[in-house]
């Protein structure tokens, strides 16, 4: 079986639950008949027809708005934001109304908010954000945040099967520069458990997106070393799963929090404060974090290279939490 | 649905039901301390909400606001669930997790509403996408009051609905006041029905103190809605009776603003209009009120019992697959260890 790209395994998923399901339909800006930005949903609209594929206006609010009205009818949307980053124009409609349906009133939103998320492609301020944060900080909703081929498949037709809204941040700086042989036949990624990607005795690097694939760089390098990393990706943020985190931790008695998300309010500190309260005993070192600085996300190529976090950051802060 | 001696009965009845139960939660339960939350009526406004209701079948939808409690009796919810809605009883519609007029129910085809205004107008769109995704015949009613139309969700909603030829009837409840903010400083339109022509959809002015002319201009709306006619965007003039909500002393509208529209109540106009005609007569009308007085003493007494929910309730709900963890669940593990 052919290798297939982190972003054809997205529209694999995608396609395979419509095939499966009649109430699964996609919709949002230029979806149909351009077959997405990214290509993501080409050839939906010539199989599956214009019902269930969605060309609609530049109304990211009533894009998310619509998807609940059809996902409470039993639907199973999957809405599409042209870029992460446009999230933000639907703030209200998921955190207000899809997240808090079945709390408030019992009525389950199926519902899936897929956009491209992250940098590394000189995209600027408004096509390189990382927005989890937002939407991790409202209960309710799940968030989804697949490193690998293998996991954008299988999370998404997870997703698209939960019976919450999920919110999907896939990497755009992945879409086509990862490639692998997926297995055939109907197989999924359970959202809520994080998946080892390297085992190692010394150091755990919890991480997730991206920068699973620097920390395996890091990894790779550090061994050499005798260094042995243990890189955690986290692969769903909500549900963490804090099970898989505090063993590893438990285990190697020291961590780097590593993320593409600005440092303030991002995941590592939740992660550091769980670490802090319940592996408290275990920890051998002091909790690092390796982050974009706060800062909007910079457009000119040494601007952006610096916003990034770097294998070679990771390596630095490794050898030195190492030796501490 | 025929605009029939039993409709017009059927109407009186839940205009006259709806008020004698927003009576008591303002003028009683509230000030007797029995509600701890907010309270939002809709007096004088009940013809908007039961003229247009009350022509829905079985699988339509409503997407109410909280100036429309008879939409929500004509779908089935009862007396007793909206006082122990209102009280934070377990039998409330919400089961004690919402406040006062956020009740909503698939089941009976209500979506609950949210404090962000306008929200439900792209909702009611998807909702009436999926009906014709689904080739059923159905429609949505989606209301808002005024102060709703200055949101961007509103607009977008209203796009979207018609872009895809969504059948759905927006109505508006034009009462004059955005809570404290006259409409003149809402907006720069005079009539909000105008607002429909940017949107390709018939904009209609109604009285929205005449429930028969709400009932006639919302069935020509959901006649074409059926058809795959798209929506209609129904503005009905009307005033609201009260502040914003049972604490505003409402200072700020002019005292014969009220005496002016107390003259146009929207139930004395139908059940006078009905005695005129001798559609219904005097004695007909004291026996709906007896039921009514009877219905809602029973609902509230039940609803005074009811039991509040367990404090355990609030961490479940949250997510179809699991409960929320206490945040004081490690804490209470960890100190109780053998150290």
Redesign the interface.
């Known amino acids: 079986m052919a290798a297939v790209t982190y972003l054809e395994a997205i529209r694999q998923g995608i396609w395979e639950e419509m095939e499966r399901d009649s109430s699964v339909?996609v919709l949002g800006e230029d979806v149909g008949v351009y077959g997405g930005a990214f290509k993501l949903t080409e050839g939906m609209l010539e199989r599956f027809g214009e019902?269930?594929v969605?060309d609609?206006?530049i109304?990211e609010?009533?894009?998310?708005?619509?998807?609940?009205?059809?996902?409470?009818?039993?639907?199973r949307?999957i809405a599409e934001m042209q870029f992460a980053d446009f999230i933000s124009c639907a703030f209200?409609?998921i955190t207000?109304?899809a997240a808090?349906?079945?709390?408030?009133?019992?009525?389950?939103v199926p519902l899936v908010i897929r956009g491209p998320s992250g940098g590394g492609i000189h995209g600027g301020p408004y096509h390189s954000q990382n927005p989890e944060m937002h939407y991790v900080h409202t209960?309710?909703l799940?968030v989804v945040a697949p490193s690998t081929v293998y996991d954008a498949k299988g999370l998404i037709k997870s997703a698209i099967r939960?019976?919450?809204p999920v919110v999907y941040f896939e990497h755009k700086f992945l879409y086509r520069r990862l490639k692998e042989e997926l297995p055939e036949g109907d197989w999924t990624v359970p959202i809520g458990k994080a998946d080892i990607k390297r085992t190692g005795s010394d150091i755990s690097v919890i991480t997730y997106g991206a920068m699973v694939h620097l920390a395996l760089e890091a990894a790779a390098t550090l061994a050499n070393d005798g260094i042995e990393l243990e890189v955690v990706d986290l692969r769903t943020l909500v549900?963490l799963d804090k099970e898989r985190v505090l063993d590893s931790v438990k285990k190697t008695s020291k961590v780097i929090l590593l993320h593409e998300d600005v440092r303030t309010g991002g995941m590592a500190g939740e992660l550091a404060a769980i670490i802090a309260?319940?592996a408290f005993e275990y920890l051998d070192g002091p909790i690092m974090r390796i982050t974009a600085p706060d800062t909007p996300v910079p457009y000119s190529p040494p601007l952006e290279e610096f916003f990034l976090p770097k294998t070679s950051d990771i390596i630095r802060v490794a050898r030195q939490l190492a030796a501490y | 649905m025929e605009l029939n001696q039993q409709t017009l009965l059927d109407m009186l009845y839940y205009m006259k039901l709806t008020r004698e139960i927003e009576t008591r939660i303002e003028r009683k339960l509230y000030r007797q301390g029995k509600i701890v939350g907010g309270v939002y009526v809709g007096r004088g406004q009940e013809a908007i909400a039961v003229g247009s209701a009350i022509q829905l079948e079985k699988d339509d939808c409503i997407c109410p606001s909280h100036r429309d409690m008879g939409a929500f009796l004509i779908r089935g919810i009862t007396p007793r669930e909206i006082f122990a809605q209102y009280m934070g009883r377990r039998t409330g519609?919400?089961?004690g997790?919402?406040a006062n007029m956020?009740?909503?129910?698939?089941r009976r085809g209500v979506?609950?509403f949210?404090?962000?205004l306008a929200?439900?107008?792209?909702?009611?769109?998807?909702?009436?996408?999926?009906?014709?995704?689904r080739r059923q015949n159905n429609v949505v009613l989606c209301y808002f009051g005024d102060g709703a139309t200055s949101r961007?969700?509103w607009h977008?909603?209203l796009?979207?609905a018609s872009?895809?030829k969504a059948p759905v009837v927006y109505i508006c409840n034009n009462n004059y006041y955005a809570y404290s903010t006259p409409l003149e400083k809402q907006m720069a339109v005079k009539d909000i029905a105008v607002r429909g022509a940017a949107y390709a959809m018939p904009g209609i002015i109604v009285d929205g103190n005449d429930a028969i002319e709400v009932f006639k201009a919302t069935q020509e709306a959901i006649r074409l809605a059926r058809q795959g006619g798209g929506p209609s965007l129904l503005e009905c003039k009307t005033f609201r009776m009260t502040g914003h909500s049972a604490h505003d002393d409402v200072k700020y509208v002019p005292k014969e603003l009220f005496a002016e529209w107390e003259k146009k109540d929207p139930i004395l106009k139908l059940e006078s209009s009905l005695l005129r005609q001798r559609v219904v007569s005097e004695d007909a009308v004291k026996k709906l009120a007896a039921r009514i007085t009877r219905e809602v003493d029973e609902g509230l007494a039940m609803a005074e019992n009811d039991p509040f929910p367990a404090q355990a309730e609030t961490l479940e709900?949250?997510?179809?697959?699991?409960n929320?963890e206490a945040p004081l669940a490690?804490a209470n593990s960890?100190f109780s260890q053998e150290r």
């Open positions: 339909f019902d269930r969605v609609t206006p109304s609010s009533a894009i998310v708005g619509a998807a609940i009205g059809a996902a409470l009818m039993g639907m949307p209200d409609q207000n109304f808090k349906c079945r709390y408030r009133w019992g009525a389950g209960p309710g799940k939960d019976e919450d549900p309260e319940e | 519609v919400t089961k997790k919402e956020h009740m909503g129910d698939m979506i609950a949210v404090s962000m929200d439900t107008i792209p909702v009611a769109a998807g909702i009436a996408m999926t009906y014709k995704m961007g969700d977008e909603g796009n979207l872009v895809q709900g949250v997510y179809a697959d699991q929320v490690f960890f």
